[in-house]
Each structure stands twice: as C-alpha cells, then as structure tokens.
C-alpha cells in the first residue's frame, strides 16, 4: 500500500464539490535516483498521475555527469506514456545550455528547468540570459527552482521578465526564497509565474492570497511529493484563500496547459488577498507541532514526541468548532502510525510524511469540505 491510498478520502469530497474541475499538469521530477534518496521512474509518474486524472512536467534530476543522455530518456518516457509526461529537457548554464536545449526543444521537449542550486550559477549569468532569450522565441516556459538551499534570486528573475516580455518565467516551490516581497512585483510582470511545489501550507496561503490567480500553477514535485497529496493541500489552500471555480480551474492545470502549449496565458483577475484568512489560535496549536514533526520526518528523524504533542493539542472537546478538524487530523494520525508501523523507513519516503503534511494543511485550512467519517475518531478532553 501506498501513503496515497491512505489520502484519497481527504480529496474526493474537494472534487464532489468541484465536479467541473479536472487537474491537467503538475510539475514532477524525472526519472533517475536524486541526492536525497528518492527514487522515481516512467512507471511511478504516470501511476501517481492516474490517482488524480492529471498530466505531468517531467524533466532529468541532478546528473552531474552532464545531461544529454537523461534528456533523451525524458522524450523517451514521455513519448511512450500515452500523454501522460509532458517532458521538459534540463540543462547547466555551463555548459552549451542554448545547444542542447535546442536540440531537445527539437525533438517534442517543452521548456526547459534550470536548477541554480545543483548546477551553481544565478540568474544574472549571461548563459541564462541567452537561454531565456531562445526560449521567449519559442514561446515556452523556463521552469527554475526557487526554494530551500539557494539565495534569494528574485530580483533577477524580474529582470529577466522585463528584459525578455515574451519569456515565460516559472519559480518552482512558491519562491519560498522571495516571496516576502516578490508578490507585492507579480502583477507588474504577468510573464513571471509560480508552482505550488511546497508542502508548507502557510506559504501556499500566502501564495495563492497575494499572488494573482493567473500567476499560480499547481505542482507536486513528485517523487518528494506526491501529486494526490499536492492535490488535497493546492485546493484546500485555494478554496480557504477564496478562490473561485475559474480560479481554481487555472491554477490546478489550465493555465500550465497553455504555457506549454505555447498559448498566450489567460488572466484570472487578481490576487483575491488575505480577508479569508484568519487566526484560529487552538488549530495554530496543533499546526505547529505537526510542521515540527514534518520537519523531523523530511531529515528522515524521528518525531514521535512531536506527533504525540499534536494529538494532545486536538483534544479540544467535542462541542469545539475545531472538533470536526481535530477529528479528521487525527484519523491521519492514525493512518500514518499504521502505515509507519508496517512499512520501516528506509528512505524518506518510508515515513509517509505525505499524511503528516496533509494533516498540517488541514489545520491552517479549515473550512473545506472533510471526509464525512473516515474513522470515528473521539476528541473528548483527556480525564485528569
């Protein structure tokens, strides 16, 4: 069994309530064996996809020996997975970058993801200055990552949009590197996009309150996370911002679909802003040990003390507004000591930290619709 089998109940009542809604891409990785020990292939992508009727971006991992040869295996994949992969080629700054993406443009690729912190160069390179350029001809987007382990690179990103105004500029993981400030540019520079590959919720409400609709693309970095997963926290986070159904329409795939396309992108009004989003202090509670826990389980630690400070924070008795959440967190809980139980950690991916995430999403997104009784689940004060 698959952490994800374990999630479905959180997603299906999103989709009853958004029956018109139908998730189109994702941004996920390739297919090779990167740093962090997790694993992915053709095979893993398109049956992660399935559980969520979607399509996905996929492009080479970290291969330092150069990357050509993962490229080709990319078009390969995506050629032979029925539609399902939609392959960008990935390409070092370093090294003939233009050449190569090209050729890979080329042979069906359909943009190109640089990677600053892997490859070591920022965006002022005049390497990627020249890429852009290529890619602003051909109309296709330029995936970059923009989260933990690199500086800040936002400034650059915005003289790339200005320098290049037919270029279409993705930062990957929220921009968690600028989004302090970036957001307050984005309507400014409406060829500069984000994905929602992150598993904070806190950044994902910021992004999607701030951020115009338009500008905001659903991603689930698979295999680090998983599109289902990404799926339950991008919609919860979206319909707590406020977004409506078009929004949401955009943001879960259409608007991806035209940038890879080479379409011109749709304007889905603007940033809707954070009136929707308030302070529920005994829920913040709860969320800020389970972000602990997350934590701990990224680095592959152990978080048992963290997760059993969450389950005391959800004993907020059953006549608390906050019961029906606390109640479904805690069904996560569950699931997620179970499935720890049987499947030992090997790898990241063995401590299910998918559950722990989605139950923190929970917490700071309340208001949409919850599972109508996946365990029945007491969250009755603890007798003294």
């Known amino acids: 069994m698959h952490p994800d089998d374990l999630l479905r109940p959180w997603l299906e009542p999103l989709l009853d309530e958004l029956r018109e809604l139908s998730v189109v891409y994702g941004h996920t990785q390739g297919v090779s064996t990167p740093p962090?020990?997790?694993?992915?292939?053709?095979?893993?992508?398109?049956?992660?996809?399935?559980?969520?009727?979607?399509?996905?971006?996929?492009f080479p991992m970290q291969e330092?020996?150069?990357?050509?040869?993962?490229?080709d295996r990319v078009l390969a994949a995506a050629e032979s997975s029925g539609g399902r992969l939609v392959p960008l080629c990935r390409v070092d700054p370093a090294q003939d970058a233009v050449v190569e993406a090209e050729r890979c443009l080329d042979a069906g690729a359909r943009g190109v993801k640089l990677h600053p912190r892997a490859e070591g160069f920022a965006l002022s390179d005049p390497a990627v200055a020249a890429l852009v350029a290529m890619t602003a001809e051909?109309?296709?987007?330029?995936?970059?990552?923009?989260?933990r382990g690199i500086p800040a690179l936002?400034?650059?990103?915005?003289?790339?949009?200005?320098?290049?105004?037919?270029?279409?500029?993705?930062?990957?993981?929220?921009?968690?590197?600028?989004?302090?400030?970036i957001w307050r540019r984005a309507p400014e520079h409406p060829n500069l996009f984000f994905d929602t590959t992150w598993w904070n919720p806190v950044d994902l409400l910021a992004l999607?309150?701030?951020?115009?609709?338009?500008?905001?693309?659903?991603?689930?970095?698979?295999?680090?996370?998983?599109?289902?997963?990404?799926?339950?926290?991008?919609?919860?986070?979206?319909?707590q911002a406020g977004?409506?159904?078009?929004?949401?329409?955009?943001?879960?795939?259409?608007?991806?679909?035209?940038l890879a396309d080479g379409e011109e992108p749709l304007d889905a009004g603007p940033a809707v802003g954070t009136?929707?989003?308030?302070?529920?202090?005994?829920?913040?509670r709860v969320y800020a040990f389970l972000s602990m826990a997350t934590g701990r389980l990224l680095h592959g630690e152990d978080a048992e003390q963290e997760l059993s400070l969450a389950r005391l924070a959800c004993e907020v008795g059953e006549d608390s507004p906050q019961a029906p959440v606390c109640r479904s967190i805690l069904a996560l809980l569950d699931r997620h000591a179970r499935y720890a139980g049987d499947h030992p950690p090997d790898s990241p991916q063995g401590t299910a930290v998918h559950l722990i995430v989605t139950a923190a999403g929970l917490a700071k997104s309340p208001e949409p619709r919850l599972p109508v009784a996946p365990e029945e689940v007491s969250v009755g004060e603890r007798s003294t």
């Open 36 to 58: 962090e020990g997790f694993r992915s292939s053709p095979e893993y992508l398109c049956g992660a996809l399935d559980g969520v009727r979607a399509r996905g971006l996929v």
């Open 64 to 71: 330092p020996a150069g990357y050509p040869p993962a490229n």
């Open 138 to 147: 051909r109309r296709v987007p330029v995936l970059v990552h923009a989260g």
């Open 154 to 181: 936002g400034r650059d990103a915005l003289a790339l949009c200005e320098r290049f105004p037919r270029a279409r500029l993705i930062l990957a993981h929220a921009a968690i590197s600028d989004l302090s400030w």
């Open 208 to 239: 999607l309150a701030l951020v115009p609709p338009g500008q905001v693309l659903y991603g689930s970095d698979a295999p680090y996370g998983t599109p289902l997963q990404a799926a339950i926290l991008t919609l919860r986070c979206a319909l």
């Open 243 to 258: 977004l409506s159904g078009g929004q949401l329409r955009s943001v879960m795939g259409e608007q991806t679909a035209r």
């Open 275 to 284: 009136e929707r989003l308030s302070c529920d202090i005994l829920l913040d």
